[in-house]
Structures are given as structure tokens and as C-alpha cells.
């Protein structure tokens, strides 16, 4: 892997890990365009910008990782556990889940089920949705750790799956972000941590200079990122990114499946 390619990777994982359009269908689709294959070494790569997403998210929400918010984390965690537990379940049956073509059609079925959601959203009052991430229940966090289950699938978008999990919950699009990055914390970590385990080997033979510019990259854009996605959906729809996503995933059918 060349620099170029690594500053080219850490952009697009940076811009889209937590915007609702998936950043492993990107990621796939980027590197096939860049002739990179899924090696071990790649997949190391991959980890650590990852990592640099995730540390985005963690400095952003710096304020929520104290103490006195540990109800707001055992909330966390309970969105956390469907997902862990599926996702261990059944790891090797979701890795054959990973082509473009599955992607493609997840992108334009997410796209859909978005202009649905937001259609029924704005039929709601707003004084009866939960404005504050603190205020959302138990029960709220654990539907929308079952919704964050679909996002095994690829192409489906881990913040879009939750983020529209928390809005069929009863929260309003702002604090379903909030709640969205902040279960990514937890998920992330632990994602990224077990691929570390997996192929600790692999990282022996990284170039450090690509690993760090792919980190540093990752990270610069993903927190730019997610601090205008938190002030575009205090004023706008999901609907944006499900007219992306269903004329990406036609991209997709017609051009490279």
C-alpha cells in the first residue's frame, strides 16, 4: 500500500463510518478500485484507521465518559449486547455475505427504508419524542441495539440502522445520532479489537508511516464529519442520504456487479 492509497482509505472510512451510507461498502468498493486486495496486511490497515474514526467519536463526546454518566453507559451497553452476540453467533456466515452485490441491494433497501421512516417521523409530535440522550430508556437502547443487528449485513450502515432504530423508538433525530456514536464506541472497540487478536501477525510487517497518516487522516475527517452530520439532521432528513443510497446501489447493480 502506497501513501497516496492510505491518505485515499482514511478519507473514506473518516467520512463515511458514521454518516448513514456504510463505510464497508465503501471501503470495499474503494479498494477494488485502487487493485487492493482483502490481505491480512490490508485488514491490519483497516483496523487502525478504523481506530482513528473511533477516537473521533470518543473526543467529541469527551463530556459523556465520566462517572456520573453511568446509567447513560449501562444503556450503552444493553444497545451493545444483540449485536455482540449475534455477531460472534454467526461471524462466519456474515463474512460470506461480503459482495458488492449484496451491498448494492442493502444500499437501495436502506435508501427506501428511510424516506419510509422520515415519512412517518414528520406525522409525529414533537413534544412527546425524547430530546436528551440521558433521557432515552432501557427499553429505547435495547431496540435500538436489535436494529444495530442489521448492520451485520454490509451495506446497511451501522449509524443508519441505529439512528433509524432510535427514531421508531420515540427519539428525535438529533439525540438518535448522539445515541448512534456513542453505542459506536463500545462496538467499534470491540470490533477492532478482536481483528487486532485475529491478525496481531500482520501488523508486525506494517509500514508506521502508512498506518499513522491512514490514522491521523481517519481521524481528522471523521470528527469534521460528524460534527456537521449533528448540525445537518437538527435541521434536515435522512431523505438526502436515501436518495444517495438508492442511486449509489443502482450504480452498483449496473456498473460493477
Given at each position: 500500500?502506497?501513501?497516496?492509497?492510505?491518505?485515499?482509505?482514511?478519507?473514506?472510512?473518516?467520512?463515511?463510518e458514521f454518516?448513514?451510507?456504510?463505510?464497508?461498502?465503501?471501503?470495499?468498493?474503494?479498494?477494488?478500485i485502487?487493485?487492493?486486495?482483502?490481505?491480512t496486511?490490508?485488514?491490519?490497515?483497516?483496523?487502525?484507521?478504523q481506530l482513528?474514526?473511533?477516537?473521533?467519536?470518543?473526543?467529541?463526546?469527551?463530556?459523556?465518559?465520566?462517572?456520573?454518566e453511568?446509567?447513560?453507559?449501562?444503556k450503552?451497553?444493553v444497545?451493545?449486547?444483540?449485536?455482540?452476540?449475534?455477531?460472534?453467533l454467526?461471524?462466519?456466515?456474515?463474512?460470506?455475505?461480503?459482495?458488492?452485490?449484496t451491498?448494492?441491494?442493502?444500499f437501495?433497501?436502506g435508501?427506501?427504508?428511510?424516506f419510509?421512516?422520515?415519512?412517518?417521523?414528520?406525522?409525529?409530535?414533537?413534544d412527546?419524542?425524547v430530546?436528551?440522550?440521558e433521557?432515552?430508556s432501557?427499553?429505547?437502547?435495547?431496540?435500538i441495539?436489535?436494529?444495530q443487528?442489521?448492520a451485520?449485513?454490509?451495506?446497511?450502515?451501522?449509524?443508519?440502522?441505529?439512528?433509524?432504530?432510535?427514531?421508531?423508538?420515540?427519539?428525535?433525530?438529533?439525540?438518535?445520532?448522539?445515541?448512534?456514536?456513542?453505542l459506536?464506541?463500545?462496538?467499534m472497540?470491540?470490533?477492532?479489537?478482536?481483528?487486532?487478536?485475529?491478525?496481531?501477525?500482520?501488523?508486525?510487517?506494517?509500514?508506521?508511516?502508512?498506518?499513522?497518516t491512514?490514522?491521523?487522516?481517519?481521524?481528522?475527517v471523521?470528527?469534521?464529519?460528524?460534527?456537521?452530520?449533528l448540525?445537518?439532521?437538527e435541521?434536515?432528513?435522512?431523505?438526502?442520504?436515501?436518495?444517495?443510497?438508492?442511486?449509489f446501489?443502482?450504480?452498483?447493480?449496473?456498473?460493477?456487479?
Amino acid at each position: 500500500m502506497t501513501l497516496f492509497e492510505s491518505v485515499i482509505l482514511g478519507i473514506v472510512e473518516g467520512i463515511t463510518e458514521f454518516l448513514p451510507i456504510s463505510s464497508t461498502a465503501h471501503m470495499i468498493i474503494t479498494s477494488n478500485i485502487l487493485g487492493l486486495k482483502q490481505s491480512t496486511a490490508n485488514v491490519a490497515f483497516e483496523v487502525i484507521i478504523q481506530l482513528g474514526a473511533t477516537l473521533a467519536i470518543i473526543m467529541l463526546y469527551l463530556k459523556k465518559i465520566k462517572i456520573k454518566e453511568v446509567v447513560l453507559w449501562e444503556k450503552v451497553i444493553v444497545a451493545f449486547l444483540p449485536l455482540a452476540i449475534v455477531g460472534f453467533l454467526f461471524r462466519h456466515q456474515i463474512k460470506e455475505l461480503f459482495t458488492v452485490e449484496t451491498s448494492a441491494w442493502m444500499f437501495i433497501v436502506g435508501g427506501i427504508v428511510f424516506f419510509i421512516v422520515e415519512f412517518f417521523y414528520q406525522k409525529k409530535e414533537p413534544d412527546l419524542m425524547v430530546d436528551d440522550v440521558e433521557k432515552v430508556s432501557f427499553k429505547q437502547a435495547f431496540l435500538i441495539g436489535v436494529s444495530q443487528v442489521f448492520a451485520l449485513i454490509p451495506g446497511t450502515s451501522r449509524s443508519g440502522a441505529t439512528i433509524v432504530g432510535g427514531m421508531l423508538s420515540g427519539l428525535t433525530r438529533k439525540v438518535s445520532a448522539d445515541f448512534s456514536f456513542l453505542l459506536a464506541i463500545p462496538t467499534m472497540l470491540a470490533a477492532s479489537g478482536y481483528e487486532m487478536l485475529k491478525n496481531y501477525h500482520s501488523f508486525a510487517d506494517q509500514n508506521g508511516i502508512i498506518l499513522a497518516t491512514g490514522f491521523i487522516v481517519s481521524f481528522i475527517v471523521a470528527f469534521i464529519t460528524v460534527k456537521l452530520f449533528l448540525k445537518f439532521v437538527e435541521k434536515f432528513s435522512l431523505s438526502w442520504f436515501g436518495a444517495y443510497r438508492v442511486i449509489f446501489g443502482i450504480f452498483l447493480l449496473f456498473y460493477l456487479v
